[in-house]
């Protein structure tokens, strides 16, 4: 290679970064990245401890990483490139065909004993309390997996579920129960976790001919999606199955009682189109079915998986309390007494029962 050769790929090298420092300062910082349905990095305030303690620096590269100009694009061609090179683990999400499978780790011990135990003490408020786990799409799909992939087994902690919601799943697993880019189960998936519950509180299960499916979206890009940077797949369908007529709900998203629709349709024109279902997260939510007035009460201690869940219950108790203990603060059984709720469920996805850290 011949020196004025050199010279010029230097010239050319140094074209391109100048370039893309011009083009980024150009541009105006994004607050936040739709696709990864995150809080993008700012530029950070100068302090000499944080100079010193390494810190502002650590804060400037996270800033370059994330306002990088074309950053979805970017990400999007390196998950590309790795697949490429036989890559199937993308950030803790397995790349399964046309079907992304979150990696479950393996939780602390002495955490998930300690779960296991909340179910018990909530008990001896004298309200019966029924666990109900539910598996990930990495315990149902497990032969979807790609060889020799990591997964924590949840067989055991399973095993511990008074809800059989794992059997349910299974005898379904032909069926698209779980979204391809997010870790819920759809609305098919929470149907039938709905009446394995049903069945074990001893109620009637629902049957599946009296719901007609209604196509909230066939836009849908879940969690999974934003997080392991495979953007080719193609989109999830979000569906609607339960009627409004007949079903109140209250919300107290902003700590006060407001009345809320059963689907807020204003989440489908969003990313996170998932929240549509109830509305998201919130400390407290109540649907009341008006046809079953001297019916009864039912308390979830939940996490998003029962969004929806919840409006298949709602067809067979007077009211359904949802309670989100990472906002929540008041102790459940003391509200489960003072509404008049006779039966308390503590509804899990495994994946955040043996991390939650509010169970106390």
């Known amino acids: 290679m011949s020196v004025s050769y050199s010279r010029f790929l230097s010239a050319l090298f140094c074209l391109f970064l100048g370039g893309l420092l011009v083009?980024?300062?150009?541009?105006?910082?994004?607050?936040?990245?739709?696709?990864?349905n995150r809080t993008l990095a700012q530029w950070p305030s100068f302090s000499w401890s944080a100079l010193k303690d390494g810190g502002f620096t650590k804060d400037v590269e996270d800033y370059f990483a994330d306002q990088f100009p074309l950053r979805d694009g970017w990400t999007g061609l390196r998950a590309?490139?790795?697949?490429?090179?036989?890559?199937?683990?993308?950030?803790?999400?397995?790349?399964?065909?046309?079907?992304?499978?979150?990696?479950?780790?393996?939780p602390d011990s002495a955490l998930v004993e300690r779960n296991l135990r909340y179910g018990e003490r909530l008990a001896e408020s004298g309200i019966p309390v029924t666990l109900g786990l539910i598996p990930s799409a990495a315990a149902v799909w497990r032969e979807k997996l790609p060889a020799g992939a990591e997964s924590?087994?949840?067989?055991e902690i399973l095993a511990k579920s008074d809800v059989d919601f794992f059997g349910a799943l299974t005898a379904h697993r032909e069926e698209p129960i779980f979204y391809r880019t997010d870790h819920h189960w759809t609305t098919l998936g929470a149907f039938y976790g709905a009446n394995a519950l049903l069945e074990t509180l001893g109620k009637e299960p629902l049957a599946r001919e009296d719901f007609v499916p209604e196509t909230a979206s066939t836009d849908f890009y879940g969690t999974l999606y934003s997080t392991s940077g495979i953007h080719w797949l193609p989109a999830d369908t979000l569906e609607f199955w339960v009627p409004e007529e007949g079903l109140s709900v209250t919300s107290w998203r902003r700590g006060t009682a407001e009345p809320s629709p059963l689907y807020e349709r204003s989440w489908l024109e969003k990313k996170d189109k998932y929240s549509a279902f109830l509305g998201g997260n919130q400390p407290l939510c109540v649907i009341r079915n008006e046809n079953l007035p001297e019916g009864e009460k039912l308390l979830?201690?939940?996490?998003?998986?029962?969004d929806a869940l919840a409006p298949f219950l709602a067809r067979r108790y007077a009211e359904v309390h949802l309670l989100d203990l990472r906002y929540y603060r008041s102790a459940p059984a003391q509200y489960a007494a003072e509404k008049g709720i006779g039966e308390i469920c503590v509804l899990y996805s495994v994946q955040n029962f043996i991390a939650d850290r509010n169970l106390i």
């Open 23 to 36: 083009w980024h300062a150009a541009l105006p910082d994004r607050e936040r990245s739709e696709t990864e």
């Open 152 to 155: 924590w087994d949840q067989s």
């Open 80 to 106: 590309r490139t790795e697949q490429l090179l036989g890559k199937r683990e993308f950030h803790n999400v397995y790349l399964c065909g046309d079907t992304l499978i979150s990696k479950v780790a393996a």
């Open 300 to 306: 979830l201690i939940r996490d998003s998986y029962a």
